[in-house]
């Protein structure tokens, strides 16, 4: 087994900051998470070198999930930006975000997804951006509704928009959820309570931003992400599905 070797000036992160990998709330951890120890895999040049993506890689449009197919998409129009920051608030520009969700009735556009809420023709729930020089991010889109599963009886996700953000490798990805203040369901959903620490929990909620939020157009709102140190945003261990 590979010795972890860290780097000098490296800061472990907050006991309570990330989901643990089985937790008993949340069903399905419990035959997906490993039982075994972990082994570090060493990153050969294939990790560390792999495909990167860049703004040349972009379309016009992938940063507004609000146009598909020829019409616009049903909901309530919001901007979602913010910044992407390392452990001393510095900006880490030129990195790939990607986001997906549930349209304004939380359906997803995705075969598993088949309960009685109707898809959006004009909304496909997905887009990506790339960080510019001072870290900053924009999405445009609609606020995602909430939507049942399984998990447990009556059992409903809050609204909530999935981010994905590479680093300069495969290996470097990262993922989480942002929600919306003062949501009902807070109380009941076991994704966002795996995350144990209270105040982690509060930094995977976005803030309105009226100065983004313009006249006649959309509701803004602010999420900055934080990938490591004491104000490190949580990441999951593993892209959930839901
Ligand atoms: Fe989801």
Redesign the pocket.
Known sequence: MTQLVLPRGYQPDDEGTHPPLDFAGYKTTALRHPTKPLILLPHRLTEVTGPVFGAERLHNGDDDLTSYAGGEAVGQRIIVHGRLLDSDGHAVPDSLIEVWQ?NAGGRYRHVNDQWPSPLDPHFAGYGRAVTNADGAYRFTTIKPGAYPWRNHLNAW?PS?I?FSVFGQAFTQRLVTQMYFPDDPLFFQDPIFNSVPDQQARDRMICAYDHSVTTDHWALGFRFDIVLRGRAQTPFESEPDD?
């Open positions: 549930a996700r909530h999935h839901d």
